[in-house]
């Protein structure tokens, strides 16, 4: 079982960058499927998107172009970048692992801790 | 839709069985998979596939496809099953990742 790190600031200004970086431990990154959930206070789970790990994105469209997500394997960790933030973008961000059979079968097995990011001037 | 449709919350009596639903038109072609959530913990797979358990996780729970519909079965909830749970699974069309709204399950 792989273990996911997030990292990053817990602070960010209206209409700037969010930037985190989730670090990948015990296993490789090759073939599989990285993803980014976000959950505001009090609320459920919002999917972001998911990169593979040979390329090709995912991104939920109701972010309206706003996130992007990159993946190095050389150094077993993948990043998040959200932009234009505003308050309602403050949320705990986790990184997870998705798995997709190609057929019916999918599923998210090793989830990170997750990290609080703040929006506020 | 590509919507997945939980109920709010939920109880059982300690030791009964619950089931939690999931609706979603996505469920016809892609199975479900169910999480737990407890307070300020990031959420747990539980069940995925048509019924499949990862390690570790305790044979009480169970899950079922119908059509357009999941379900999680809890048989004999203990009061460490009281948590929020989470369906997912993808979208047909766009292949992104969706999320039900979440349960909350209390034991009684």
Known sequence: ?121 | SSELTQDAAVSVALGQTVTITCHGDGLRAFYASWYQQKPGHAPVLVIYGQDKRPSGIPDRFSGSTSTDTASLTITGAQAEDEADYYCHSRDIRSTRLVFGGGTRLTVL
């Open chain 1, 1 to 121: 079982q792989v273990q996911l790190q997030e990292s990053g600031p817990g602070l960010v200004r209206p209409s700037e960058t969010l930037s985190l970086t989730c670090k990948v431990s015990g296993g490789a990154m090759n073939d599989q499927y990285w993803s980014w959930i976000r959950q505001s206070p009090g609320k459920g789970l919002e999917y972001l998107g998911y990169m593979y790990s040979r390329g090709g994105t995912n991104y939920n469209p109701s972010l309206s172009g706003r996130v992007s997500i990159s993946i190095d394997t050389s150094k077993n960790q993948f990043s998040l970048r959200l932009t234009s933030v505003t308050v309602a973008d403050t949320a705990v961000y986790y990184c997870a692992r998705y798995w997709y059979d190609g057929s019916g079968l999918n599923w998210i097995d090793s989830w990170g801790q997750g990290t609080l990011v703040t929006v506020s001037s």
